[in-house]
């Protein structure tokens, strides 16, 4: 109504303006270049910290519950100190409605605290936390419409005995340098093997395998991050009918595979033609990813319109 007169263009000019990134410390709300932490901080020094990312569909967070479960658990696993869930929940909600974007990229990152400059983290003094929303950014369409072009990286991924892979702390070392790798030759991203030489996961997302008519994915013992999208999808797939495993693969299995996609909560389910030289199945997206992509869609607009009209109390994934 406010635009009746002006039209489209100012109503289009007004939602641009709107368009804008939040950053909530400790509960207090920052513009972007207000937001500022300490150099002390052990996030920044050691990446002592936890995080969470998490996007909106029809502005309404996607899959929460489960994001703060996995953040508390990762927490637990450091041992840093997780203010009340439901107090990150009415954060987050109070920090979507101040940036008020269509749709939101949310980061949670909880670090250990400030302290003396000491790797001890009994020194450590009260966590912080910081929920960054953004507005959201898709990845490009054509990566979903051609493909993308993995390759895998001379570096391994960590060992569960010494950085479990299942802990989403801060420290993303393991993951920047096999990016960086397949970046300089020239790929899309990076997979990375286990030093056993098993497929363990990508860079930032988890790795799924169509083996004649059977969905595979590497099991969790052998050291990756339990993914969000990884879960769900297994579930939509298995609702579907298809038959899934999670089980050990080899590079033989992803070579000879009929299809090869990659999922995480901000590229939902994307598919890869190709790792290293070699071409997947026909080296275009199959008939499974098309099939999986518009039914996890489905299902995320489907809960979030069922979390908004429970007035977020639902469990939504
Ligand atoms: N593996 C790694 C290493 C990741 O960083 C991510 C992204 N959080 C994933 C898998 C996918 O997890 P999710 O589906 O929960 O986003």
Redesign the pocket.
């Known amino acids: 109504m406010l635009f009746a007169g002006g039209g489209y263009r100012l109503w289009a000019e007004e939602a641009i303006r709107r368009v804008s990134t939040r950053v909530n410390i400790d509960g207090e709300v920052f513009g972007p270049s207000d937001a500022r932490i300490s150099v002390f901080d052990r996030g920044f020094l050691y990446g002592d910290s936890v995080y969470e990312?998490l996007r909106t569909y029809g502005g309404v967070p996607f899959a929460k519950q489960a994001?703060l479960a996995?953040l508390q658990r990762s927490a637990d696993r450091l041992g840093i100190p997780v203010p009340g869930i439901s107090w990150i929940q009415a954060q987050m909600d109070r920090t979507l409605a101040e940036a008020s974007n269509p749709e939101s990229y949310i980061r949670i990152v909880i670090t250990r605290g400030s302290g003396p400059l000491t790797l001890d983290p009994t020194r450590a003094r009260s966590p912080v936390c910081v929920i960054l929303v953004k507005p959201y950014e898709p990845f490009p369409e054509w990566m979903y419409e051609t493909g993308i072009r993995v390759a895998i990286p001379a570096v391994r991924r960590n060992l569960r005995a010494a950085l479990d892979?299942a802990i989403?702390s801060g420290n993303y070392l393991n993951?920047i340098l096999a990016l960086g790798e397949a970046r300089r030759a020239g790929f899309d991203d990076a997979l990375l093997l286990d030093v056993r030489g098993r497929i363990a996961?990508?860079?930032?997302?988890?790795v799924f395998v169509l083996i004649g008519s059977r969905l595979c994915t590497p099991a969790l013992e052998t050291g990756?991050?339990e993914?969000?999208?990884?879960g769900l999808t297994l579930r939509i797939a298995r609702d579907a009918g298809m038959e899934c495993c999670e089980c050990n693969l080899d590079t033989a299995d992803l070579i000879n595979a009929d299809e090869v996609m990659i999922?995480?909560?901000?590229r939902e389910i994307m598919p890869v033609v190709q790792i290293d030289d070699q071409p997947i199945g026909h080296g275009k997206p199959g008939p499974v990813y098309h099939k999986l992509r518009s039914l996890f869609r489905e299902h995320a607009l489907a809960a979030t319109r069922a979390e908004a009209r429970l007035g977020g109390k639902g469990d939504e994934s």
């Open positions: 990312v994001h996995r892979p989403k993951s996961e990508a860079s930032s997302s988890n990756l991050l993914g969000v999208t990884r999922t995480s909560t901000l």
